[in-house]
């Protein structure tokens, strides 16, 4: 059923609230997140060791997070900052002795800005101090840790582990970094590309004595070293796995340090690991759970002790495939182990897509986060490639584990698309596919399936049948059988594989990667697919007809409301395409006044927005993104005319305005270098900004769009903070 799109009212209301502001501020908006669940790797979670009710999670591309007790939530900590690079989170410290100060080290990568975050409010805000090291808060090696930390007998004092260029040292609670001359290694210099260093692993003080601990996981240079003098001289720790990576590490009440190892950095390719630990007084021994030829494939990395029970600790497996990933308890300092997997219950209500479709979820993999609340010892929780544990009753038997993650939105968001009928949001993520959000504040029951797709790349619903939803996405290779295209008739609550005569089932074919856009026609009877030959099907599947006319891996863009009209950009032949007997055939649109190149508008890859948009509110009515300026035609191709005056366009996205047929357009733009984001209600004459300094998200967007029949409605589609969405203020 189509909605009614009421505009009684709306442009009176609009225009009124419009006079009222000068046009250079803001349009205040209220700015949410669109409920799944976490649903990316956090690679590491830290309890404050003096703030109860206090925890800090850090992820690898979504910023990091602050838990409080008494609001039951997690809040986002980055989004104020317009720096990408900083949601990259290499490590996090909470202050020992202010229960208020906390540290990160943000840096995405070693080509990205890095810095060191200080705050003296639990994170709402920070000082930043640019430093001298690169970072790679989303590069293998992310688990590692905690590469940052804060001498507890002396708070202005921390000691940071590069991956590159060894261990640092402030003495001004992070303003100020130098390298301690005294520390045997000096790291291994910069990376190759697409590579990095494990580099100085983890960094971790004695809160009992002057001792420190560092480890070394660059292999060749493996190694722990102590400082018995708060970290001004350092001695190599004998003992030890000689051929693995000392990967993290924790310690008890009786001051034994337990410390995981694994033959790689992960968070791939881990096939061997071992736990040690070494006694206050120097004696180091073997605990590993499972040893010996008959140990299953994998590594250990996640590992946090009871400081106030000598002897309890708790370890993960990491890249356990078979049987797969766990957690073991000791109660004795590892002189003995319970595998907590066959213990333990997940209950996923909250967040049912971490089912995958099967009755119960899986324990996880990625186990990287791993750590045990000092004020409560019964609250552990650890992290895993798509979300955060929790349970309350650690020492019992049975375990029961709640996702924890109310607040957190840590998605990758390739496209979507808000249809004129059935649910307001339909969304296609990275590795989990994506959703039909019939309640935004509240996570889907599943994601797509049939066919399951680790990634959607292009979505598209039919303007006057807005029930025909149609898909297309990335398939693994050992899901072969999969088709990489469905379609669904009643609004995405139920799919169908589509197969072209390309299909062979072994995950070669252009559709089944996901690089071959699809779309529909206005009355969802024509599904069009951009192959090596650009195909139309009028049946669902049953039938294929080549189209003439359309160059290879052309996109299709359908008229909202007319099936018979449809158009492509010919990006090497610098033309408009169109056609008006049904996707049948293809011919030169003039496009006078268009973007001079339109080779210019092609796409980057397989996951880019589309740069040709047809409005849900009038037939022949473009929209064109090409070099960064917003064109518009109003007669089919025609004639454009460009309306984005002095923006510099990323993204742009249609929804419903204040006059009839007059779409508000919605644009991730720059003005004088500066990105935000910006609406416009007149066709371009006038753009406001929407967003303000403190709803930022590191500027990191792949989709905006409106919504059709909910005015001033705006959706974002993040590279790490999940689905955001705006609504203007009263």
């Not at 639990?122 to 293998?140: I, L």
């Not at 907590?340 to 996880?364: I, M, V």
């Not at 590795?431 to 889907?444: A, V, Y």
């Not at 990191?700 to 609504?727: H, K, M, N, Q």
Request: proline residues 7%; hydrophobic residues 40%.
């Amino acid at each position: 059923m189509i909605r009614t799109i009421a505009l009684l009212g709306i442009a009176a209301l609009c225009l009124a609230n419009t006079s009222q502001q000068a046009a250079h501020d803001p349009v205040p908006y209220r700015w949410s997140n669109v409920v799944v669940g976490a649903g990316g790797f956090a690679p590491g979670i830290v309890f404050s060791p003096a703030a109860p009710g206090i925890a800090y999670l850090r992820t690898d591309m979504g910023g990091a997070y602050r838990w409080e007790d008494r609001a039951g939530r997690w809040v986002p900590l980055m989004d104020g900052f317009a720096e990408g690079s900083f949601y990259g989170v290499e490590s996090i410290a909470p202050d020992p002795a202010e229960p208020r100060r906390v540290y990160a080290a943000v840096g995405m990568h070693a080509r990205g800005a890095s810095a060191i975050l200080r705050s003296d409010d639990f994170g709402t805000n920070w000082t930043t101090y640019p430093v001298p090291f690169r970072m790679g808060g989303n590069e293998d090696g992310r688990g590692l840790g905690e590469r940052l930390a804060v001498d507890p007998h002396r708070p202005t004092t921390l000691l940071f582990g590069s991956r590159h260029d060894g261990l640092w040292r402030s003495d001004d609670r992070g303003a100020h970094w130098s390298r301690v001359a005294s520390f045997p290694y000096v790291g291994a210099g910069a990376a190759a590309p697409r590579s990095t260093h494990g580099g100085v692993g983890f960094v971790l003080f004695d809160p009992r004595s002057a001792r420190v601990f560092a480890s070394v996981a660059d292999r060749g240079a493996q190694a722990l070293y102590q400082s018995a003098d708060s970290g001004r001289s350092w001695t190599r720790v004998p003992g030890g796995p000689a051929d693995l990576l000392p990967i993290k590490a924790a310690m008890d009440r009786a001051g034994t340090l337990y410390i995981t190892y694994a033959d790689g950095i992960g968070p791939n390719g881990v096939l061997r690991g071992a736990v040690w630990a070494l006694a206050a007084d120097g004696k180091s021994r073997d605990i590993t759970p499972q040893k010996g030829p008959g140990a299953p494939e994998g590594g250990y990395l996640g590992v946090t002790a009871d400081p106030r029970r000598a002897g309890t600790l708790y370890v993960s497996t990491f890249n356990r495939w078979r049987p797969g990933d766990t957690i073991w308890r000791s109660t004795d300092g590892g002189s003995s182990w319970a595998d907590l997997g066959p213990r333990s219950h997940r209950d996923t209500r909250t967040t049912p897509f971490l089912n995958w479709g099967k009755p119960e979820a899986e324990f996880g993999h990625w186990i990287a986060g791993l750590a045990l609340d000092p004020f409560r010892p019964s609250r552990l929780a650890y992290t895993t490639g798509a979300t955060l544990y929790v349970t309350l009753n650690a020492a019992q038997q049975r375990l029961d584990w709640t996702p924890w993650v109310k607040g957190i939105e840590q998605t990758a968001v390739i496209t979507l698309t808000s249809p004129t009928g059935g649910a307001h949001l339909v969304t296609g993520f990275g590795d989990l596919g994506g959703f039909i959000h019939e309640d935004l504040g509240r996570s889907p029951p599943g994601m797509h399936l049939n066919p399951r797709n680790t990634n959607t790349n292009t979505l598209d619903y039919a303007g006057k049948a807005p029930l025909v939803l149609v898909r297309s996405g990335n398939v693994h290779a050992k899901q072969h059988l999969e088709a990489g295209l469905g379609w669904s008739a009643d609004g995405g609550r139920s799919w169908h594989p589509l197969r072209t005569p390309n299909w062979r089932g072994d995950g070669t074919a252009l559709e089944e990667n996901g690089r071959a856009p699809i779309s529909v026609s206005a009355d969802g009877e024509r599904f069009y697919v951009g192959a090596e030959r650009p195909l139309l099907t009028r049946d669902r599947g049953a039938h294929w007809t080549e189209i003439t006319g359309l160059p290879a891996n052309a996109r299709v863009t359908a008229d909202k409301l007319d099936p018979r009209r449809a158009w492509a950009i010919d990006h090497d032949s610098n033309r408009l395409l169109g056609s008006i007997d049904g996707g049948l055939h293809f011919s030169a649109v003039a496009a006078r006044g268009a973007c001079p190149d339109l080779g210019a508008a092609r796409p980057r890859n397989r996951e880019s927005q589309a740069a040709l948009v047809a409005s849900p509110f009038a037939a022949e009515d473009l929209f064109l993104n090409c070099a960064g300026a917003l064109y518009r035609s109003t007669d089919g191709g025609e004639r454009f005319a460009r309306i984005s005056a002095d923006l510099n366009i990323a993204l742009f996205g249609l929804g419903l305005g204040t006059t009839k047929g007059q779409p508000a357009v919605y644009t991730v733009a720059a003005r004088a270098g500066r990105t935000a984001i910006w609406r416009s209600l007149d066709g371009g004459k006038n753009w406001r900004r929407i967003n303000d300094d403190a709803h930022q998200w590191g500027n990191r967007f792949r989709v905006i769009s409106g919504d059709p029949w909910a005015f001033g409605r705006v959706y974002l589609g993040t590279d790490g903070r999940g689905v955001i969405y705006g609504d203007p203020m009263p």
